[in-house]
C-alpha cells in the first residue's frame, strides 16, 4: 500500500503496556497511532490468570523483579503504582478479590480489563490497527519511518511494546529484540521464566503417576526460595513455586525442595518411631500427604519395613531429605508454556525515568522487551503499566502537550 499516515506517537504492540502507553498518550492529547501484528489485542490479558487476570498486586516492590539492573525498575513503578491501576478498575466497576499473597484477580473474566482498556483507549480517540506487520524501521534526522503490510507510518516518537518470546502460538516474535539491535543496543540473555520443570531421569514415571497433585512445600535455588504449591505434572514439576523459582535456575542447576517446611523433619520421624514404631513408611507419610504421594516418596527414597526396625541414623538422613530434597530437572518447557521472559533490552542503555534510548532520542522501549521481569503475581502486569505510563508522559512533555 502506497498511504503514509503521519503521527506524533506510533506505539507498536498492543499488549498490556502498548495499550497503557497508546491510552496515556491519547489522554495528554498526543496525536497516536496503535499497531500490531495479531488479530486480537491482549491475547496475553485474555489467557492470564487461568483466565481471569491477575492484574495486578497490592505488594509491589523492587525487589519483586529480575533485572541486571535491580534500581531500574524504581522509578516507574513509584510514579505510576498498583494503587493507580487499582483505581481504573474501581471507576470502571470491575469486581475483584485477593486470592494469595496480593495477588488481585478479576471476580469474572480477563476480558473485563481488557474491555477496560479498549474503553479507554476508543475514549482517548486512538486508532488500533490490528494484522499489521512490521517490515521495516527507519530514521531521519526528525522521523522515523516505519514500513508495515498495510502502509507507512512517520513519528517523531517510536514506542516498542513488542513483548518477549514466551507463548509462541499467542503471536510472540523477536522484533522488539531486533529493533533495539538495529538501532545500537545490547541484549542481555534472554530465557524462559516463570516457566514448570521437566524430568527426564526416574522422577519422570514417578511424577507422571501424580500428575495433577499439588503439594505445599518450600522450593530454593541460587540464594531464592519459595513458600507456595507445588504441581505434579506429566513431565515434571509446576505450581506457583516451581514457577517462581524457575526464573532463578539455570540449566544444570539443582532445586532444593522442603516437603515439610513447617515441620524438622527428623524429629517428627523419630517421635513416630517410639509412638508407632509397627507402622510402615507409607503409614506414617500419609500423615501429611494423599496417600498416593507417601507410595511415591516411599519408592523413590526406597523406604521399606517399619520405622521400629529402622536405625536412628537412616531416619535422620530420610529426614534430612524430607527438608532438602536436591533434585536436578532436565529442563524447562521452554517458551511454549513459558509465561515471561527474561532478560532483554539492555536497562543501563535506557532511561529509568522515561524508558526512551540513550542512544535514540525519541525511541522508548517498554514492557517485557526490556531487561525487568517481575515474579509471579500480577508484577509483570504492573511493570507493563507503569513503564507505558512513564513512556507517554515524557513524550508528552517533550511535545508539550496538555491533556484534553
Known amino acids: 500500500m502506497a498511504k503514509t499516515i503521519q503521527t506524533d506517537a506510533l506505539v507498536i504492540g498492543a499488549g498490556a503496556a502498548g495499550l497503557m502507553a497508546a491510552i496515556q498518550l491519547g489522554r495528554q492529547g498526543v496525536t497516536t497511532q496503535l499497531i500490531d501484528h495479531a ?3 491482549g491475547k496475553k490479558i485474555l489467557m492470564s490468570g487461568g483466565g481471569r487476570c491477575n492484574f495486578t498486586n497490592y505488594y509491589v516492590e523492587p525487589t519483586r523483579y529480575l533485572s541486571n539492573n535491580e534500581h531500574f525498575c524504581k522509578s516507574a513503578l513509584s510514579r505510576y503504582t498498583q494503587w493507580d491501576f487499582i483505581a481504573m478498575v474501581d471507576q470502571h466497576g470491575i469486581a475483584y478479590h485477593e486470592k494469595t499473597l496480593g495477588q488481585l484477580f478479576c471476580d469474572g473474566k480477563s476480558k473485563a480489563i481488557l474491555e477496560m482498556l479498549l474503553t479507554e483507549l476508543d475514549d ?3 486508532p488500533l490497527q490490528l494484522e499489521t506487520d512490521v517490515l521495516s524501521v527507519e530514521k531521519d534526522e526528525q522521523h522515523y519511518s516505519v514500513r508495515t503490510s498495510r502502509g507507512t507510518y512517520k513519528t517523531t516518537h517510536l514506542v516498542i511494546a513488542t513483548g518477549g ?3 509462541p502460538t499467542m503471536g510472540a516474535t523477536g522484533i522488539g529484540y531486533q529493533l533495539a539491535e538495529q538501532f545500537g543496543h545490547r541484549l542481555l540473555e534472554r530465557r524462559a521464566g516463570l516457566v514448570p520443570f521437566i524430568f527426564t531421569d526416574h522422577h519422570k514415571a514417578v511424577f507422571s503417576k501424580l500428575s495433577g497433585t499439588s503439594l505445599r512445600v ?3 535455588c541460587n540464594q531464592q526460595s519459595f513458600d507456595e504449591d507445588m504441581l505434579f505434572t506429566h513431565r515434571g514439576l509446576s505450581g506457583p513455586s516451581m514457577l517462581q523459582i524457575s526464573s532463578y535456575w539455570r540449566e544444570g542447576d539443582f532445586i532444593e525442595i522442603d516437603l515439610l517446611p513447617s515441620i524438622d523433619a527428623t524429629q517428627w520421624l523419630l517421635e513416630q518411631k517410639r509412638t508407632a514404631p509397627k507402622s510402615g513408611f507409607v503409614k506414617v507419610l500419609s500423615q501429611h500427604w494423599p496417600k498416593s504421594v507417601a507410595e511415591a516418596l516411599a519408592q523413590l527414597f526406597e523406604l521399606t519395613g517399619m520405622l521400629g526396625e529402622t536405625a536412628d541414623r537412616h531416619l535422620v538422613s530420610l529426614g534430612e531429605k524430607l527438608n532438602a530434597w536436591r533434585i536436578k530437572p532436565s529442563g524447562t518447557e521452554g517458551y511454549r508454556t513459558a509465561e515471561v521472559t527474561l532478560g532483554g533490552v539492555d536497562t543501563d542503555e535506557l532511561s529509568s525515568k522515561t524508558m526512551e ?3 535514540q532520542p525519541n525511541l522508548y522501549f517498554i514492557g517485557e522487551v526490556v531487561d ?6 500480577g508484577f509483570n ?5 507503569a513503564s507505558g505510563y512513564v513512556a507517554a508522559q515524557a ?3 517533550t511535545l508539550g502537550n496538555t491533556p484534553d
Request: no cysteine.
Open 39 to 41: 488479530n486480537k489485542p
Open 124 to 126: 482517548v480517540g486512538v
Open 165 to 167: 518470546l514466551s507463548i
Open 218 to 220: 518450600s522450593v530454593s
Open 357 to 359: 534510548s540513550k542512544y
Open 372 to 377: 525487568v521481569t517481575g515474579h509471579l503475581g
Open 381 to 385: 502486569f504492573q511493570w507493563a503499566w
Open 395 to 397: 513524550i508528552s512533555d
